[in-house]
DNA sequence: CGTTGACCTTCCCATGGTGGGAAGCCCGAA
DNA sequence: TTCGGGCTTCCCACCATGGGAAGGTCAACG
């Protein structure tokens, strides 16, 4: 059993399966920048370090890392991460409420989908009826500034 | 014709139909310490004084402000609506530039929109595949940490 | 007239994610 | 040994909004 090293040198970490924070960027695609942010807003534990400082990831690591990623791709908060990251790390957890979790997000995204397609109708309505030509004339100005029409139907 | 008043009392302010920040707060639908804000970020003209240092609002000041506000629940950004206040402004305007605007912030918005939707239709398969029990299983968690499944398309 | 409560003023700080950049140290290859 | 790039920490920026402190003012009521 090998001395314990709390400190290693760079040449010895990677042979050893760690990475550097570029390389664990590369492999997770998550930014060096944002990697230092997990780790300082407790999302990921502090990683371990070389003698010379260098943050060392090993395949735990960066497995954490790109369950974050995918999660942060579906949209969750990183205080939904947390909590995500809480349950996949928890053996005893109940699968019930993972499912809430993502349902209770899957609401949230179909709320905010409602909310943008209706300002994208409104929006498309008012430039159908734009000429949108070299006159000023436009409802589009109009409706923002609060001009009563007769809202055609 | 009144003397040239500069910084009037409150009360002789109000008679002449000005509003304080509160009042036009009220009447638009914007809040006082966001009114303040977009006066600092010169969205708005800074607005005349009491002689005790309130701000006044003329119905122009209210105008512009629901027009804001209806921009702004439109989804249109801060600079968006700088540029949609400048053609409002502009009686020389053309209403093609007005639709132009009008017309890429809804490509944003559908562009958003399918985002989202993309999320949720992820989010909400994968939960369909979750049994929600007392059971630490979970296909949702194995997708977050990448765990290869025959995605059962 | 005085008190009181609501309002106004400015100023600073926080949010959520992400990025930019400076100053200084370190690694690896030529 | 030198040099380019990567690493470290630290601060600042975005966008839009809100919270709150400290202090001055207004209006209404007794």
Not at 68 to 96: D, H, T, V, Y
Request: hydrophobic share 35%; charged share 25%; net charge positive.
């Amino acid at each position: 059993m090998a001395r314990h090293v709390i400190r290693p040198e760079m040449y010895e970490a990677r042979e050893q399966g760690f990475h550097n924070i570029g390389e664990a960027s590369e492999l997770t695609g998550v930014s060096s920048k944002m990697i230092r942010h997990y780790e300082g807003i407790g999302l990921i534990p502090a990683a371990s370090r070389t003698f010379a400082n260098y943050r060392l990831y090993n395949d735990a690591d960066i497995h954490r890392l790109r369950f974050i990623k995918r999660s942060r791709n579906l949209g969750f908060s990183m205080k939904q991460i947390e909590a995500l990251l809480g349950l996949w790390n928890n053996p005893g957890r109940a699968s019930a409420q993972v499912k809430k979790l993502a349902k209770a997000h899957a609401d949230e995204l179909a709320q905010k989908v409602r909310e943008l397609q209706a300002m994208q109708r409104t929006l498309e309505n008012l430039a159908k009826h734009c000429h949108g030509d070299q006159r000023p004339d436009c409802p589009i100005l109009d409706d923002l500034g609060g001009v009563e029409r007769d809202s055609c139907h």
